[in-house]
């Protein structure tokens, strides 16, 4: 790991708010791993609860995991939501367990375009939560994530905590530019219903469901009514899988997975070393 500066940096307190959006707790992990380390005081605020009030905080996060290359639909209509900015600096996290495509580029824009001024950009591999690759077995993502991986971020946070502290203290923030790669800024936008084609339509085991209302839960996309098992409403699913990998019995299936290929959250080593 890198070295994370230990000392107070300014005389001004500094109240920090990060807005994170986790299906399985990977990307909650690191964002609570970089807030905490921050040294700042800060709040977690997960998006599904609409926009927080700004106004209450110096400077905000915004911390998103990579799905089909970009960032989920429920991140993308949070950042439309915001209203009320006026040059407040922020910084984005992104998770990925595949490529981050246009992810961190995507949201630093939509930040700027809300009025906020973007002085940190920072990218993180975690183990991948998609089903169909969890299914194939990836026993690389145990090793997750890597000496060199957390000494970049701990680079970044020492970096960002020197800028925000510096901002706090009357200098101005300065952006920074987040560009898409070449690779994938030619690359057409994926559509949702690829992702939704790529699932299928989902079942449940009436033999495994307790009804526990985990799955319902679970939906950010408000797409699962429970009745005697749950019911799926696929023209709101956006596939994203958080009710198969976090059902507790493994009741839910879907196309060619069932009883395999679920990610129940953060794995050993990724949990371990972001809850320090």
């Known amino acids: 790991m890198g070295k994370l500066l230990s000392t107070p940096l300014h005389l001004t307190p500094v109240k920090g708010i990060v807005c994170c ?3 399985t707790g990977n990307t909650r992990l690191a964002a609570e791993y970089v807030a905490r380390h921050l040294g700042f005081e800060f709040a977690l605020h997960d998006v599904r609860n609409g926009a927080p009030d700004f106004s209450n905080y110096d400077f905000a996060g915004f911390a998103s995991p990579t799905d089909w290359l970009e960032e989920p639909m429920l991140m993308r209509s949070f950042m439309r939501s915001l209203t009320g900015v006026n040059g407040k600096a ?5 998770t ?4 981050p495509g246009k992810t961190p580029a995507s949201i630093a824009r939509a930040a700027t375009e809300k009025g906020f001024v973007v002085v940190g950009c920072h990218v993180l591999k975690a183990p991948d939560s998609y089903p169909p690759i969890v299914a194939q077995g990836r026993p690389r993502d145990a ?9 970049a971020l701990d680079d970044f946070i020492s970096g960002l ?13 300065v952006p920074v530019i987040v560009k898409t790669p070449f690779a994938f800024r030619i690359m057409p936008s994926l559509s949702r219903e690829r992702s939704k084609k790529a699932q299928g339509p989902k079942s449940v085991d009436a033999a495994l469901c ?3 209302g985990t799955c319902a839960r679970a939906c950010p996309y408000v797409a699962i009514e429970l009745s005697s098992t749950p019911a799926f409403d696929e023209e709101k699913c956006m596939g994203c899988w958080a009710c198969f990998n976090l059902c507790p019995t493994k009741a839910i299936y879907a196309g060619k997975l069932r009883g395999t290929g679920h990610y129940k959250g953060p794995l050993k080593r990724y949990r371990e070393v972001l809850s320090k």
């Open 21 to 23: 959006y986790s299906a």
């Open 90 to 94: 922020a910084f984005v996290l992104v």
């Open 96 to 99: 990925h367990g595949g490529m």
């Open 143 to 151: 090793s997750l994530p890597l000496e060199s991986e957390m000494r």
């Open 161 to 173: 905590r020197i800028a925000l502290a510096g901002i706090a203290d009357g200098k101005e923030a």
């Open 210 to 212: 307790t009804k526990c």
